[in-house]
């Protein structure tokens, strides 16, 4: 029965014969209605003709009527009327028998219309129109000359007498154009009844030769139709039992596999929640009196609860991709600043096992690109940190290479971006690569036991690429995992030609965003023809320091060790600058840099130092500056800029910002970290970590809820788009609960990714106090905390007499007004480390010491004395202590203090300060007391 089916369907060529005759039918039609009105349009031109040649008789009569009346009248006003009236006849009367002979479109005359023999009878009356029309120009002149003497005769004569010669043959040709329409017209009916035989002789054909053996073809078909109809029913019966059969099963997998995805993510939001309530309490307790042992139990407890905290966001963001719920942003974002930033994430790992990272991205890669940065930034650190993890010794390095890809849109075109992350680990086996990219996959099970990790981290990051339009792969001792892109691996630059570690790459597809091109990727007149010597043991920091002096036009001599540079340096080679590695082998950079100073003639050379995390241990005297590794170009450029353009440039570290490393001790607070996305949180922790905050993590708004009835926290960083319930909700629910003033609830802090003016206002309305904007800076998070600390600690910090703050609690003070206070440091550590320099003795007690200690006892006195010429309203005796105290402090470097205090000062010296007035600047004074000495007792030895 199967091929009968497959049988064409019978009347198939009858059937086209039918469309085929149809067509030729309506296509016959359709030429017939083109003729219709073909004949109709020259029917209205016909008449149209035969009018004007009508009026053409009419017209030349009407003239012989004008000329009468002109000449029979005597009285040269009424001669005059008629003026007017022959001169419009005569222009009518030309143009008509113009329009006729050649056409005349406002007449409605085509052109080229008449017929050989019309033209010939025009030529004939030619002759008798000329006549007319030249005794009626004449007859105009003689009206127009205002002589009544002349006589009209002659030309009144001579338009009668050729009228009447005119009018006859103008009848003739009127006759001829409606004899030819005529003629026209019956051709074109013809035409038409031939047409409509045709078709009717089609129909015909149609009903013989095709309709009736049709219906015998599709009798034939029905019968034997009808005999298989039994079996296509019995078929049709089993294929339906088997789709609802195959319908059941579809759905029970999907149900299964719905509570899968939401049994994980419940079940990572239940470990979640007690976790997130086990790290807060060891967070509190850390922050008591424990001995050495017990300190080291509570922090083995909050390290392991990190670290499952981070097993459970991977299983969170695996179950999610795995039922489709994940989603992608697509916005503008920088590149290189997405690779430096995941860099620099992972430096202190990688210091502490004295790697090197670098980056190279071709120069044909796009600046700035459209796409999901949080998520292209989740793959790097994940990729990285792996290459980290496997390496003991050596590099890590990512290499970042575009190829355009459609072209049709030169406005943003599409690239495929390719990133390669190179290490010179241990390497995986053929046997493990096999199992790379598959859920809660290790290479082997002594690596799960030594390294740790759910597998899932490659997983997601396999997902994540292909929702990006990319793919993943690996290769590895010459083997290859995953799905490789068929690209030259040449246009990687690499320095290392060894065939050790491992090499994970991937794609993603992307548009490029509108980007302004920055001053360093520019050649510079000022380092033009600049020689710098490169010194450095990594091939890829030369390779890389090659590259970038390259396109500045900078003549760059690299060599891999210190005698290398040294033996250079002694033969006389000339250099207006050298760049010094500080971890080498047999002499370090510290090292170089004293040997090079030895040198006569390189007393000046300035001396640059390649160093993981800020400035070496050490005597630094004989460097310009620091470069942080891995290294930047827009750092390098600012470094040399400095340098060349002989501007002074510190000891110092060549990034801009500066982290208070013991900004935690100054300004102890407990911080909640309140954000659902795994890398945005190694972001804040990371730099939390570098101010020497030990925060607390949560993923949602109802976990930070749960986490404010265990701890009483000082700050959230609320993050305001989160599952659950985002922080905007979490914000009116803390609000609510604990009220708006600060004194009962902790500062909130939004950190979004809006940088709308609007976002801002939204979230101060809410019952936030501050708002950061996502990507969140480093100096940004700071300054931050430093103004918020520092009015948190003076709520803390009673304001009665000082010398009893340690021994018994008071009551507590007005709660301050919440403003940004000074930007100045509380205590410019600089100064007092001066002091140390250069007074101290070797072999006695500390100086620093000593001093701090003569400061708390003054500022004690004089706050009671200040405190006691305000009660007495002593103005002199006020003025004398805040001056006292200003220098007290300005000797120490204590800059809020002196600046509050030369504040009072000016006050008092004018005599304008009020007792309201000294009383509030008195408490500013004891409470930034108590933070400078916190600040102070950490610089004594």
Request: with cysteine.
């Amino acid at each position: 029965m199967s091929k009968k089916l497959r049988k064409p369907y019978p009347t198939h060529r009858l059937t086209v014969l039918y469309i085929v005759g149809l067509s030729v039918i309506a296509g016959l039609f359709i030429f017939e209605q083109f003729l219709v009105e073909t004949s109709l349009k020259y029917q209205l031109t016909s008449s149209r003709v035969i009018n004007i040649a009508g009026r053409q008789r009419m017209l030349s009569q009407r003239l012989s009527k004008v000329a009468l009346a002109i000449q029979s009248s005597s009285d040269s006003e009424v001669r005059k009327k008629r003026q007017q009236e022959l001169e419009d006849v005569i222009d009518i009367f030309q143009d008509s028998h113009e329009g006729l002979q050649k056409g005349d479109s406002d007449l409605g005359l085509p052109s080229n219309n008449n017929s050989p023999k019309v033209k010939q009878m025009f030529a004939e009356v030619e002759e008798y129109y000329q006549a007319i029309v030249k005794a009626a120009q004449g007859l105009l002149v003689i009206i127009n000359s205002q002589s009544a003497q002349e006589d009209t005769s002659p030309f009144v004569e001579t338009i009668l007498e050729n009228e009447a010669l005119f009018l006859p043959r103008m009848n003739q040709i009127v006759f001829q154009y409606d004899a030819e329409a005529q003629q026209k017209v019956q051709q074109t009916r013809r035409v038409e009844n031939l047409l409509l035989t045709v078709a009717i002789l089609l129909l015909i054909s149609e009903g013989l030769f095709v309709f009736r053996p049709a219906v015998n073809q599709l009798q034939v078909y029905l019968e034997e139709k009808a005999k298989s109809q039994e079996q296509t029913s019995k078929i049709a019966a089993e294929l339906e039992q088997k789709n609802q059969e195959l319908d059941a099963a579809l759905k029970e997998a999907q149900s299964i596999a719905k509570l899968k995805s939401e049994f994980m993510a419940n079940m990572s939001h239940e470990i979640r929640t007690p976790m997130n309530g086990v790290i807060g309490m060891t967070g509190l307790l850390l922050d008591t009196n424990l001995n050495p042992q017990q300190r080291n139990f509570v922090e083995i407890i909050r390290s392991s609860g990190d670290n499952l905290l981070i097993i459970i966001n991977d299983i969170l963001d695996f179950s999610k991709i795995d039922a489709d719920k994940l989603e992608l942003e697509n916005q503008a974002f920088d590149l290189r600043e997405c690779v430096e930033s995941c860099l620099d994430l992972l430096v202190p790992q990688a210091t502490d096992k004295a790697l090197d990272l670098a980056y190279i991205i071709d120069d044909h890669t796009p600046c700035r690109i459209m796409g999901d940065v949080t998520r292209l930034r989740q793959i790097l650190v994940n990729l990285v940190s792996n290459a980290v993890k496997f390496t003991n010794s050596g590099e890590v390095v990512i290499n970042v290479t575009a190829k355009e890809i459609n072209s049709d849109n030169s406005q943003s075109p599409t690239h495929q971006i390719h990133f390669a992350v190179r290490d010179t680990g241990i390497g995986i086996a053929p046997e493990g690569l096999k199992r790379l990219f598959q859920p809660f996959s290790q290479v082997d099970s002594s690596t799960t036991r030594k390294y740790g990790g759910t597998g899932l981290g490659l997983v997601i990051s396999k997902k994540l690429c292909e929702m990006m339009g990319g793919q993943i792969w690996a290769e590895s001792r010459g083997n290859v995992a995953g799905n490789p892109l068929g690209v030259n691996q040449n246009n990687f630059a690499s320095a290392n030609a060894v065939a050790v570690g491992s090499t994970f790459h991937f794609t993603i597809l992307t548009t490029t965003a509108p980007s302004i091109p920055k001053v360093y990727q520019n050649p510079q007149p000022q380092l033009n023809g600049k020689r710098i010597l490169v010194v450095d043991d990594n091939p890829t920091n030369r390779l890389i320091l090659k590259i970038q002096n390259k396109k500045w036009n900078i003549i760059s001599t690299e060599v891999d060790s210190g005698a290398k540079a040294l033996e250079l340096l002694k033969k006389g080679r000339k250099f207006d600058l050298a760049i010094l590695d500080m971890q080498m082998p047999e002499i370090d950079g510290l090292t170089l840099a004293a040997e090079i100073r030895k040198l006569p003639r390189l007393k000046t050379l300035p001396l640059v130092m390649l160093t993981s995390v800020g400035c070496p241990k050490g005597d630094t005297r004989n460097l310009q500056a620091c470069l942080n590794k891995p290294i930047k170009p827009d750092q390098l450029y600012n470094l040399l800029m400095q340098i060349f353009a002989n501007q002074v440039v510190k000891v110092k570290n060549s990034s801009e910002i500066k982290i208070d490393s013991n900004l935690a001790l100054r300004l102890p607070l407990r911080i909640l970290l309140a954000e659902d996305n795994v890398v945005n949180q190694k972001v804040a922790l990371s730099m939390l970590g570098r101010m020497g905050y030990r925060p607390d993590v949560v993923s949602d708004g109802l976990e930070a809820l749960m986490a404010l009835e265990r701890v009483p926290y000082d700050l959230v960083l609320m993050d305001v788009q989160m599952p659950e319930m985002d922080g905007l909700e979490a914000t009116k629910h803390i609000c609510d609960k604990y009220g708006n003033e600060l004194d009962n609830r902790p500062v909130i802090v939004a950190m979004t990714a809006g940088a709308m003016e609007g976002d801002r206002e939204i979230c101060l309305q809410t019952g936030m106090d501050d708002y950061i904007s996502k990507p969140v800076k480093v100096e940004d998070l700071q300054e931050v905390l430093e103004s918020w600390g520092e009015i948190i600690i003076g709520q803390k910090t009673p304001t009665t007499q000082l010398q009893q703050v340690e021994k018994a609690p008071s009551p507590p003070s007005p709660k301050p007004k919440v403003e940004r206070v000074s930007s100045s440091p509380s205590v410019m550590v600089e100064v007092i480390e001066h002091i140390r320099q250069e007074v101290q003795i070797e072999g006695e007690a500390d100086i620093v010491t000593e001093l701090i200690d003569l400061f708390f006892e003054d500022t004690l006195q004089q706050l009671l004395a200040i405190k006691e010429a305000i009660d007495n309203s002593a103005t002199d005796a006020l003025r004398e202590s805040a001056h006292a105290l200003k220098g007290s402090c300005g000797n120490l470097g204590v800059v809020r203090l002196a600046e509050i205090s030369a504040t009072l000062e000016q006050k008092a010296k004018a005599d304008t300060i009020t007792k309201a007035e000294a009383e509030s600047l008195l408490t500013q004074l004891e409470n930034e007391f108590v933070i400078a000495k916190s600040i102070l007792k950490e610089l004594q030895v």
